[in-house]
């Protein structure tokens, strides 16, 4: 009952509180700071979580590293010392030798012909080109010849050289061919097997055959070898130097000595031309 006589109401509350729809504001309070302390319990709880995991990782980390530290320490207690010696002795050894080999080598390369070479190996040295530009080519055609007939002098000239006849020889020679065959390899129209070699052209004096129409049947040589213009030559030449005298000879007396021709004087009409032949062949002074 109240001071003012108003009987007290059993249901209601024992203190007054103004209510909301929500609430009474001291149930408000009371709930929000529940909640706080909630939520302040949780974040220290996630704090040591964390604390914890970072301390459970970096405990692994030392762990690991130990173990390798062990490992490494374990692996070179286990190394033979005998095979670290040798090791160390071969390391030696080798630096001595590339040592040796930097003393030895020379600061300029030595310009020595190769020890390997063969004679299929081309020769560059200065001397090798020297012989070689004083090695004869062979001359344009002169004197009216053309090319077959200077190819033919060119045989007769040194094939006489190689017998170490002197020049005056190597003119008689080629005059004779000249008033012979005209400078032409010629075989015979009355020997077929004349024919059977290389050949310029047929004749048909009797059996003479070759440069110098010279004859089988007389005994100067085989009919195939005589058709060899180096053959034929020195059968000539050698023919000519059993002549006395003959370097002091008329050209034609001399050819004529050997060829027993029915023209004698044939042969020296040729002289000129042969001179320039021989000439052109082998300049003056060799």
Not at 266 to 273: D, L, P, S, T, V
């Amino acid at each position: 009952m109240r001071d003012d006589g108003i009987l007290d109401d059993p249901n209601a509350p024992s203190s007054p509180t103004a209510e909301t729809e929500e609430g009474t504001s001291t149930e408000r309070t009371t709930a929000a700071g529940r909640l706080r302390a909630y939520a302040r319990d949780l974040t220290g709880r996630r704090r040591a979580q964390v604390a914890l995991a970072t301390g459970v990782v970096c405990c692994l980390g030392l762990a690991a590293v130990v173990q390798v530290r062990d490992e490494t320490a374990g692996a070179a207690t286990r190394v033979d010392p005998t095979a670290s010696a040798e090791l160390a002795q071969r390391a030696d050894q080798q630096h001595a030798s590339r040592g040796r080999d930097r003393s030895a080598a020379p600061t300029t390369p030595a310009a020595t012909p190769s020890a390997s070479a063969t004679s299929a190996d081309p020769d560059t040295s200065a001397r090798a080109r020297k012989v070689a530009s004083a090695t004869p080519t062979n001359p344009a055609p002169v004197a009216g010849l053309d090319e077959d007939q200077m190819d033919n002098a060119e045989a007769i000239v040194r094939t006489g050289r190689d017998m170490g006849v002197p020049r005056r020889g190597l003119v008689i020679a080629v005059a004779t061919a000249m008033q012979e065959s005209n400078l032409y390899n010629v075989a015979s129209g009355v020997l077929p097997e004349s024919q059977n070699y290389p050949h310029q052209g047929v004749g048909w004096d009797h059996d003479s055959v070759g440069l110098f129409q010279q004859r089988s049947s007389s005994g100067w040589g085989p009919v195939g070898r005589l058709m060899d213009p180096a053959f034929a030559t020195r059968q000539f030449l050698a023919a000519l130097k059993q002549v006395p005298g003959w370097q002091q000879m008329r050209l034609t007396d001399a050819a004529q000595a050997v060829q027993i021709s029915a023209y004698p004087e044939h042969y020296q009409q040729h002289e000129w031309r042969a001179v320039r032949v021989v000439d052109a062949i082998i300049p003056a002074g060799e």
